[in-house]
């Protein structure tokens, strides 16, 4: 994790969901109704909250910011969106999102386990004495 890969792979994952919330929130109205459809209350509501912890969750991975507890948000989030959303089974784009969410879990929980030891301001931040985080001092003495 400390090298080129772990860079490529937290970008990766923080734009996809940076990109999942600006999806999520063009089609606002849309999404909001195929959510109310599923049965799901107060969709409009749980749909603002998934845009923002999205949006906020991928900006932090992307900056490599307080990537360890980001990397737990997400994956908390990932594990509440596929037991509530895509459980149903029968529906097979449902099996296919609940299988990708499976993945970024596993990635998830890699950078949970790693942080952003390099090329991130967890690191930046920590190495020149900043900030003072839990995040920053694992980046610095791993």
Do not use: C
Not at 108 to 137: C, N, Q, W
């Amino acid at each position: 994790m400390n090298g080129f890969a772990g860079f490529t792979g937290r970008v990766l994952m923080g734009g996809l969901f940076v990109a999942g919330a600006l999806v999520k929130w063009n089609a606002f109205v849309s999404t909001a109704q195929w959510l109310d459809d599923q049965g799901l209350p107060f969709a409009s509501v749980l749909l603002a909250l998934a845009i923002g912890v999205e949006l906020v969750g991928g900006v932090l991975l992307l900056l490599g910011l307080r990537t360890v507890k980001a990397s737990w948000v997400m994956a908390l989030y990932l594990v509440a969106v596929t037991l509530v959303v895509h459980h149903d089974f029968t529906e097979r784009l449902n099996i296919v999102f609940a299988f990708t969410n499976l993945g970024l879990l596993g990635g998830l929980l890699v950078l949970a386990e790693h942080g952003a030891p390099k090329f991130g301001l967890d690191s930046y931040l920590g190495r020149h004495g900043k900030v003072d985080t839990i995040d920053a001092a694992t980046a610095v003495h791993t």
